[in-house]
C-alpha cells in the first residue's frame, strides 16, 4: 500500500507560492477510504526548494513506520515543519463537539439561573425564524437577523440568550472534512448536470447549491447569473423599472468583485465540462461504448461508473481543492472579531464581544446572512453553530423575559405523519423546557407538525409542548367572521390531529392528556413580517401570553406519589412490532419488498445516504432519509405503549394526570437511551459494510447495495421471533436492560417523594 502513496508539488489560484498534494494514508476520504486528497502550502515560491520538500514528504508516505502520530516529535527531527504538519495534524482522531466548545465561551443558563430554554420547531416556511425576531426584538429591515426566507434558511443552530450586559457570540464552524464533502457532491452533481447535457446556468445551479439545501456555495463564492436567466425573470416581474438607483448598500459586495466571483464561475463551469468530457471518454473506452447513448438501467449503470470514475480523477481533487482554497480565503475578510484555528489552518471558532448593537449584529450576519447582495463573501455554508447573548429582549413589553431560544433546521415538508423526526431536533427535547411547533395558521396540522407532536408525545415530553400558529390575520372566510370563530377553526385541527395520533399510537393515554390540556398552550399570531409595534394590540397580548407561558415552564412539576409496576413478557412483542415498523418502509425505500405507501427511493439517493454514513459526516442523514432517526421513532413509540399499561402502581393508585407525569419520566429516560442505541447499530458498528456496500459499482449495483443495506438492517434491527437468534436476544436484552432501568429509576425517585 504505501507505495500507492506519493506526493507533488503544483501552483493554485489562490495561492502565491508552492503547495504540496497527496493522498494521506492515515486519513479517509468521504467515502470512508483511507487516502483523503490533501493539499497543504509550502511556504516558499523556489521551485528547488518546494522539490525537496516533496521529497521528505515522499519519504514519510513511503516508509510506514512513520504512519503514527506518537512518532511526530521524532519527525520534527528529521524533516521541515511545513512537511510536519501537512503530514500530522488533524491525524488523531476526535472532533471538539461544536456545542461544547460554544458551551466554553457562552454557557447557556437553564431553570436553575431563572432562564427557560425554548426550541423552535417547525416546516421549512411557517415562520419560527421570524417570530424568533419579534422575541429578541430584531428589526426586519435594519437588523436582518436572524435571516429568514420561503426556502430552507436556517441551516446551523442558533442560540441567543436574552440576557443584560455587553453583547457576546460565539461561533462554530463545520470541519475541513465535512466542507470538503459536500464540495466534493456539489462538484460532482455539476458534473453529471454536464453529462447529462444541461445548460451552463444548469451545471452552476448543481454546483452552487447541495441537493440537500443546507449546503450554498453560491453564498460563498457568488452567484452565476446570465443574460438570458435575466431576461426570464423580467418576464415574471410586476416591478416597474427604477427611475433612480438604490442607495448603495455599505454591506453589499462591491461591482468589481461580484464580476471577479463570476468569472471564476464561469471558469469552474469550462473546468467542470472539461472533466466530464474526459472522465466520459474514459469509461466509454473502458466499457467499448459511448455511454452518452446509453439509455434505461444500462444509462443508470453508466452514470454510477462515471460518477466513481469521478472521484479518482485528479482533475475532479483540482477542482474541488480549487474551491475548499476560495472558500477557506472568505475568512480573510473578517475585520471584526477574533478567529481561532486550528493546528492545519482550518478555522474552528469566533468570538466577539461589544456594547454596540449595530455593530454587533451586523458583525455576526456575516455568519447567518442569506442576503443576495452579499453573496460571494458570506460565511453562512461552513458555519455549525451560533450562540449569542445580550440584551436581545422584545419591543412590545416592557418586561425582559429571562430566556434561551434555540432555533435549527426546518423540518421540510412530508405527507406521513409517522415520517421521523431528525435526531439533530429530537434529541434536545430533553434539554429545553418548551418545545414550541410553529405551524401555518393559513394550513394548520400537515403531517409535518403531526410528527412533532407524535414525537413529543411518545418521548416523555408532551407536558413542554406548545403551539403557536403563524399567519392567523390570513384566515379567512365567510363562515369565520370574528376572532373566536377563527380560533375554533384552527383548535378544531388541533383536535383532530391529535385524535388520529391516538387512534395510531393504540388510544395513548398521553394523546388523551394532551387534548385536556393543549388549549392553553395554542397561541394565534398573525403580520409577524411588520414590526412587533406595528402588530394590532391582539396579536401583541397574543405574544405576551406567549412569554407568559415561557416563564411559567419552568415551574418544577410535581413530583410523582407512585411508581407503575411491570410484567416485562409484553416487552418482546413491542420491540418485534418496532422492529418490523423500521423494517417494512425501509424494504420498500431499497425497491426489495412493497410496504403501505412508501415507495422505492432513486438509487442515487440511496447512494447519497451511503456516503454519509460510510464517511463518518455529523449526521446520518440525507434529506428525508433517515434510518437512525426512524429507529430511535419506532422503539419510543411501541415501548411508549408498552409504558402505557403497566400491570399495577404502588403504594397507591394514582390520578391520570399523575400517572402520566410518572411514566413521562420513564419515557424520557429510555428515549435518550434509544438515540445512542439507534447511531451505534445502524452506523458505528456497521461502519465497513456501510463502506463495502458505497464501493458497489456498475451494472446491478444499484440492487447489490439495496441487498447489502437490508443486511446491516437485519443484523442490527433483528425481528424477535418464536427463533430466537443470537443477534435478536442481544438486542431484545440490550433493550430490556435501558427499559428495565428507566423503570427502576422512576421507582426510586416516586418513593423518595413518598
Same mark, same amino acid.
Given at each position: 500500500?504505501?507505495?500507492?502513496?506519493?506526493?507533488?508539488?503544483?501552483?493554485?489560484?489562490?495561492?502565491?507560492?508552492?503547495?504540496?498534494?497527496?493522498?494521506?494514508?492515515?486519513?479517509?476520504?468521504?467515502?470512508?477510504?483511507?487516502?483523503?486528497?490533501?493539499?497543504?502550502?509550502?511556504?516558499?515560491?523556489?521551485?528547488?526548494?518546494?522539490?525537496?520538500?516533496?521529497?521528505?514528504?515522499?519519504?514519510?508516505?513511503?516508509?510506514?513506520?512513520?504512519?503514527?502520530?506518537?512518532?511526530?516529535?521524532?519527525?520534527?527531527?528529521?524533516?521541515?515543519?511545513?512537511?510536519?504538519?501537512?503530514?500530522?495534524?488533524?491525524?488523531?482522531?476526535?472532533?471538539?463537539?461544536?456545542?461544547?466548545?460554544?458551551?466554553?465561551?457562552?454557557?447557556?443558563?437553564?431553570?436553575?439561573?431563572?432562564?427557560?430554554?425554548?426550541?423552535?420547531?417547525?416546516?421549512?416556511?411557517?415562520?419560527?425564524?421570524?417570530?424568533?425576531?419579534?422575541?429578541?426584538?430584531?428589526?426586519?429591515?435594519?437588523?436582518?437577523?436572524?435571516?429568514?426566507?420561503?426556502?430552507?434558511?436556517?441551516?446551523?443552530?442558533?442560540?441567543?440568550?436574552?440576557?443584560?450586559?455587553?453583547?457576546?457570540?460565539?461561533?462554530?464552524?463545520?470541519?475541513?472534512?465535512?466542507?470538503?464533502?459536500?464540495?466534493?457532491?456539489?462538484?460532482?452533481?455539476?458534473?453529471?448536470?454536464?453529462?447529462?447535457?444541461?445548460?451552463?446556468?444548469?451545471?452552476?445551479?448543481?454546483?452552487?447549491?447541495?441537493?440537500?439545501?443546507?449546503?450554498?456555495?453560491?453564498?460563498?463564492?457568488?452567484?452565476?447569473?446570465?443574460?438570458?436567466?435575466?431576461?426570464?425573470?423580467?418576464?415574471?416581474?410586476?416591478?416597474?423599472?427604477?427611475?433612480?438607483?438604490?442607495?448603495?448598500?455599505?454591506?453589499?459586495?462591491?461591482?468589481?468583485?461580484?464580476?471577479?466571483?463570476?468569472?471564476?464561475?464561469?471558469?469552474?463551469?469550462?473546468?467542470?465540462?472539461?472533466?466530464?468530457?474526459?472522465?466520459?471518454?474514459?469509461?466509454?473506452?473502458?466499457?467499448?461504448?459511448?455511454?452518452?447513448?446509453?439509455?434505461?438501467?444500462?444509462?443508470?449503470?453508466?452514470?454510477?461508473?462515471?460518477?466513481?470514475?469521478?472521484?479518482?480523477?485528479?482533475?475532479?481533487?483540482?477542482?474541488?481543492?480549487?474551491?475548499?482554497?476560495?472558500?477557506?480565503?472568505?475568512?480573510?475578510?473578517?475585520?471584526?472579531?477574533?478567529?481561532?484555528?486550528?493546528?492545519?489552518?482550518?478555522?474552528?471558532?469566533?468570538?466577539?464581544?461589544?456594547?454596540?448593537?449595530?455593530?454587533?449584529?451586523?458583525?455576526?450576519?456575516?455568519?447567518?446572512?442569506?442576503?443576495?447582495?452579499?453573496?460571494?463573501?458570506?460565511?453562512?455554508?461552513?458555519?455549525?453553530?451560533?450562540?449569542?447573548?445580550?440584551?436581545?429582549?422584545?419591543?412590545?413589553?416592557?418586561?425582559?423575559?429571562?430566556?434561551?431560544?434555540?432555533?435549527?433546521?426546518?423540518?421540510?415538508?412530508?405527507?406521513?405523519?409517522?415520517?421521523?423526526?431528525?435526531?439533530?431536533?429530537?434529541?434536545?427535547?430533553?434539554?429545553?423546557?418548551?418545545?414550541?411547533?410553529?405551524?401555518?395558521?393559513?394550513?394548520?396540522?400537515?403531517?409535518?407538525?403531526?410528527?412533532?407532536?407524535?414525537?413529543?408525545?411518545?418521548?416523555?415530553?408532551?407536558?413542554?409542548?406548545?403551539?403557536?400558529?403563524?399567519?392567523?390575520?390570513?384566515?379567512?372566510?365567510?363562515?369565520?367572521?370574528?376572532?373566536?370563530?377563527?380560533?375554533?377553526?384552527?383548535?378544531?385541527?388541533?383536535?383532530?390531529?391529535?385524535?388520529?395520533?391516538?387512534?395510531?399510537?393504540?388510544?395513548?393515554?398521553?394523546?388523551?392528556?394532551?387534548?385536556?390540556?393543549?388549549?392553553?398552550?395554542?397561541?394565534?399570531?398573525?403580520?409577524?413580517?411588520?414590526?412587533?409595534?406595528?402588530?394590532?394590540?391582539?396579536?401583541?397580548?397574543?405574544?405576551?401570553?406567549?412569554?407568559?407561558?415561557?416563564?411559567?415552564?419552568?415551574?418544577?412539576?410535581?413530583?410523582?406519589?407512585?411508581?407503575?409496576?411491570?410484567?416485562?413478557?409484553?416487552?418482546?412483542?413491542?420491540?418485534?412490532?418496532?422492529?418490523?415498523?423500521?423494517?417494512?418502509?425501509?424494504?420498500?425505500?431499497?425497491?426489495?419488498?412493497?410496504?403501505?405507501?412508501?415507495?422505492?427511493?432513486?438509487?442515487?439517493?440511496?447512494?447519497?445516504?451511503?456516503?454519509?454514513?460510510?464517511?463518518?459526516?455529523?449526521?446520518?442523514?440525507?434529506?428525508?432519509?433517515?434510518?437512525?432517526?426512524?429507529?430511535?421513532?419506532?422503539?419510543?413509540?411501541?415501548?411508549?405503549?408498552?409504558?402505557?399499561?403497566? +400491570?399495577?402502581?404502588? %403504594?397507591?393508585?394514582?390520578?391520570?394526570?399523575?400517572?402520566? *407525569?410518572? &411514566? @413521562?419520566? #420513564? /419515557?424520557?429516560? $429510555?428515549?435518550?437511551?434509544?438515540?445512542?442505541?439507534?447511531?451505534?447499530?445502524?452506523?458505528?458498528?456497521?461502519?465497513?459494510?456501510?463502506?463495502?456496500?458505497?464501493?458497489?459499482?456498475?451494472?446491478?449495483?444499484?440492487?447489490?447495495?439495496?441487498?447489502?443495506?437490508?443486511?446491516?438492517?437485519?443484523? +442490527?434491527?433483528?425481528? %424477535?421471533?418464536?427463533?430466537?437468534?443470537?443477534?435478536?436476544? *442481544?438486542? &431484545? @436484552?440490550? #433493550? /430490556?436492560?435501558? $427499559?428495565?432501568?428507566?423503570?427502576?429509576?422512576?421507582?426510586?425517585?416516586?418513593?423518595?417523594?413518598?
Amino acid at each position: 500500500m504505501a507505495s500507492t502513496y506519493s506526493a507533488s508539488r503544483t501552483r493554485t489560484q489562490n495561492r502565491p507560492g508552492w503547495v504540496l498534494t497527496f493522498r494521506h494514508p492515515l486519513r479517509p476520504d468521504s467515502r470512508g477510504r483511507p487516502g483523503l486528497k490533501m493539499r497543504r502550502g509550502l511556504g516558499t515560491t523556489d521551485p528547488t526548494e518546494a522539490d525537496q520538500l516533496v521529497e521528505q514528504m515522499n519519504t514519510l508516505l513511503g516508509d510506514p513506520s512513520w504512519w503514527n502520530a506518537t512518532r511526530r516529535v521524532d519527525a520534527e527531527r528529521h524533516f521541515a515543519p511545513a512537511v510536519v504538519a501537512a503530514f500530522f495534524d488533524d491525524i488523531q482522531a476526535g472532533r471538539a463537539d461544536p456545542w461544547a466548545v460554544r458551551e466554553q465561551h457562552i454557557p447557556l443558563p437553564d431553570r436553575d439561573d431563572g432562564f427557560t430554554r425554548v426550541l423552535f420547531v417547525g416546516t421549512t416556511g411557517a415562520g419560527k425564524t421570524t417570530l424568533l425576531r419579534h422575541l429578541i426584538g430584531s428589526d426586519h429591515e435594519r437588523d436582518r437577523f436572524p435571516s429568514t426566507s420561503t426556502a430552507k434558511t436556517t441551516v446551523s443552530d442558533i442560540e441567543i440568550v436574552l440576557a443584560d450586559g455587553d453583547f457576546e457570540a460565539v461561533v462554530t464552524f463545520s470541519s475541513e472534512h465535512e466542507v470538503q464533502a459536500n464540495i466534493e457532491d456539489c462538484v460532482a452533481e455539476a458534473c453529471v448536470a454536464a453529462f447529462e447535457g444541461k445548460k451552463d446556468a444548469d451545471v452552476a445551479d448543481r454546483l452552487l447549491n447541495h441537493k440537500d439545501q443546507r449546503f450554498r456555495l453560491s453564498y460563498a463564492l457568488g452567484s452565476f447569473v446570465d443574460e438570458a436567466s435575466k431576461a426570464v425573470d423580467d418576464d415574471f416581474s410586476f416591478d416597474e423599472p427604477e427611475e433612480t438607483a438604490p442607495a448603495e448598500d455599505e454591506d453589499a459586495v462591491p461591482t468589481d468583485e461580484r464580476e471577479k466571483n463570476a468569472q471564476r464561475l464561469r471558469d469552474y463551469i469550462k473546468r467542470v465540462r472539461d472533466l466530464q468530457a474526459s472522465v466520459e471518454k474514459k469509461v466509454s473506452d473502458d466499457l467499448g461504448e459511448d455511454i452518452s447513448k446509453l439509455v434505461g438501467p444500462d444509462r443508470d449503470a453508466a452514470q454510477d461508473l462515471f460518477e466513481s470514475a469521478l472521484g479518482d480523477d485528479e482533475g475532479f481533487g483540482s477542482i474541488v481543492h480549487d474551491i475548499l482554497d476560495e472558500v477557506r480565503s472568505r475568512f480573510d475578510l473578517l475585520s471584526e472579531g477574533h478567529l481561532v484555528c486550528n493546528r492545519s489552518g482550518w478555522p474552528e471558532l469566533w468570538t466577539m464581544t461589544s456594547d454596540n448593537r449595530d455593530e454587533f449584529i451586523r458583525a455576526v450576519r456575516w455568519f447567518a446572512s442569506n442576503y443576495a447582495p452579499q453573496f460571494g463573501r458570506l460565511l453562512t455554508p461552513l458555519v455549525d453553530g451560533i450562540r449569542v447573548q445580550g440584551p436581545l429582549f422584545p419591543t412590545f413589553t416592557e418586561t425582559k423575559p429571562k430566556l434561551v431560544l434555540l432555533d435549527g433546521q426546518g423540518l421540510g415538508h412530508t405527507p406521513d405523519s409517522s415520517a421521523s423526526v431528525t435526531t439533530q431536533i429530537t434529541k434536545r427535547f430533553t434539554d429545553v423546557d418548551v418545545v414550541l411547533l410553529v405551524d401555518n395558521a393559513q394550513q394548520p396540522m400537515q403531517a409535518a407538525p403531526l410528527s412533532v407532536i407524535r414525537a413529543v408525545a411518545t418521548s416523555g415530553h408532551q407536558r413542554k409542548l406548545a403551539i403557536a400558529f403563524s399567519h392567523f390575520d390570513s384566515v379567512k372566510g365567510a363562515n369565520l367572521p370574528d376572532f373566536q370563530s377563527r380560533r375554533a377553526h384552527v383548535m378544531a385541527s388541533v383536535t383532530n390531529g391529535l385524535t388520529s395520533l391516538r387512534d395510531a399510537l393504540g388510544g395513548s393515554s398521553t394523546v388523551r392528556m394532551m387534548e385536556q390540556t393543549i388549549e392553553d398552550r395554542c397561541f394565534m399570531l398573525g403580520g409577524l413580517d411588520r414590526r412587533s409595534k406595528e402588530l394590532p394590540r391582539g396579536f401583541q397580548g397574543e405574544l405576551i401570553r406567549l412569554l407568559q407561558h415561557f416563564v411559567r415552564a419552568i415551574e418544577p412539576p410535581p413530583q410523582p406519589v407512585a411508581h407503575p409496576v411491570y410484567h416485562f413478557d409484553g416487552l418482546p412483542l413491542a420491540i418485534q412490532a418496532a422492529a418490523r415498523s423500521f423494517q417494512g418502509p425501509w424494504l420498500a425505500r431499497l425497491g426489495l419488498a412493497p410496504h403501505g405507501t412508501t415507495s422505492k427511493e432513486h438509487w442515487t439517493r440511496i447512494k447519497a445516504l451511503n456516503r454519509r454514513i460510510a464517511g463518518e459526516m455529523s449526521n446520518n442523514e440525507y434529506d428525508n432519509l433517515r434510518p437512525v432517526a426512524d429507529l430511535v421513532a419506532r422503539l419510543t413509540e411501541e415501548v411508549s405503549r408498552f409504558l402505557s399499561s403497566p +400491570a399495577s402502581w404502588a %403504594p397507591t393508585t394514582p390520578t391520570e394526570a399523575e400517572a402520566e *407525569a410518572a &411514566l @413521562d419520566l #420513564i /419515557r424520557e429516560a $429510555v428515549n435518550i437511551k434509544f438515540h445512542s442505541l439507534a447511531a451505534r447499530r445502524l452506523a458505528q458498528e456497521q461502519l465497513e459494510v456501510w463502506r463495502d456496500a458505497f464501493e458497489l459499482k456498475g451494472k446491478g449495483s444499484t440492487f447489490e447495495r439495496a441487498q447489502v443495506i437490508r443486511d446491516i438492517y437485519e443484523e +442490527a434491527v433483528p425481528v %424477535p421471533n418464536a427463533v430466537m437468534t443470537e443477534v435478536s436476544k *442481544a438486542f &431484545l @436484552d440490550e #433493550i /430490556r436492560q435501558i $427499559v428495565g432501568d428507566a423503570v427502576k429509576q422512576q421507582e426510586e425517585v416516586g418513593r423518595a417523594a413518598a
